[in-house]
């Protein structure tokens, strides 16, 4: 269950940019296995512009940015 008035911790919010990032779970997992809302989740997304969701729901790229950040940080084996 999400909670609420709660802010997420700076650990927290990486670990969603994590997932944003490098998994292909939908918002809603991400939110219930983080225990916060999707509107925390979706805040988290469009403060650090990871996935571009093009006006969909259900589909999404990866921003290029976010891409070449990722590989240079050397995320990508984490």
């Given at each position: 269950?999400?909670?609420?008035?709660?802010?997420?911790?700076?650990?927290?919010?990486?670990?969603?940019?994590?997932?944003?990032?490098?998994?292909?779970?939908?918002?809603?997992?991400i939110?219930?296995?983080?225990?916060?809302?999707?509107?925390?989740?979706?805040?988290?997304?469009?403060?650090?512009?990871?996935?571009?969701?093009?006006?969909?729901?259900?589909?999404?790229?990866?921003?290029?940015?976010?891409?070449?950040?990722r590989?240079?940080?050397?995320?990508?084996?984490?």
């Amino acid at each position: 269950m999400a909670r609420q008035s709660y802010s997420l911790s700076e650990t927290e919010v990486r670990r969603i940019v994590y997932l944003l990032l490098e998994t292909d779970l939908v918002v809603e997992i991400i939110a219930e296995r983080m225990g916060c809302s999707k509107s925390a989740v979706m805040s988290i997304n469009r403060r650090f512009h990871i996935r571009d969701y093009g006006k969909h729901r259900n589909t999404w790229n990866v921003r290029p940015v976010m891409q070449t950040e990722r590989d240079s940080l050397n995320l990508k084996g984490r």
